[in-house]
C-alpha cells in the first residue's frame, strides 16, 4: 500500500511540474523606430521610443504570445508576417495588451485592449 501512495504522489508531482512553469519576458526597447518581438519568450513588454514598428515571425504550432505595452513612448503597431484574423495591431497607451495564438500557420488575436 506504501508503495501504491508512493506512486501516486510522484504523479501528481510530475503534473504540477508540467502545468507550473516560469515564462520568460523579453522587455522589447525599440531602436531606429523598429523591433523584432521574439517568439522564444512567452511574454513581451513593449518600451516604445516614438512611432514604432514591430515584427513578429511565425510561431510553432498551438503557440501563445502575450505582449503589453509598459513604457509609452509613442505609438508602436506590430505586423506578424502571417496574421490570421487581423491584420495590425496598434499598442498606443501604457497596459494596451494582446493575447496571440499560432495556428493553422498564422498568428490569431485571441484577446486584449
Known sequence: EGHRIT????????????????PTTQ????????????IVSAITHIVSTGVDALSLADG???QHKHIVMKTDGGNATLTPT????????????????AQLLFTNAAWHFMGGT
Open 27 to 38: 522587455v522589447l526597447t525599440t531602436a531606429a523606430g523598429a523591433g523584432a518581438v521574439d
Open 82 to 97: 502571417h496574421p490570421g484574423n487581423f491584420a495590425t495591431i496598434l499598442f498606443d497607451a501604457v497596459g494596451d495588451s
Open 7 to 22: 506512486e501516486v504522489t510522484g504523479l501528481i508531482a510530475h503534473i504540477l511540474t508540467g502545468m507550473v512553469k516560469t
Open 60 to 62: 510553432a504550432e498551438g
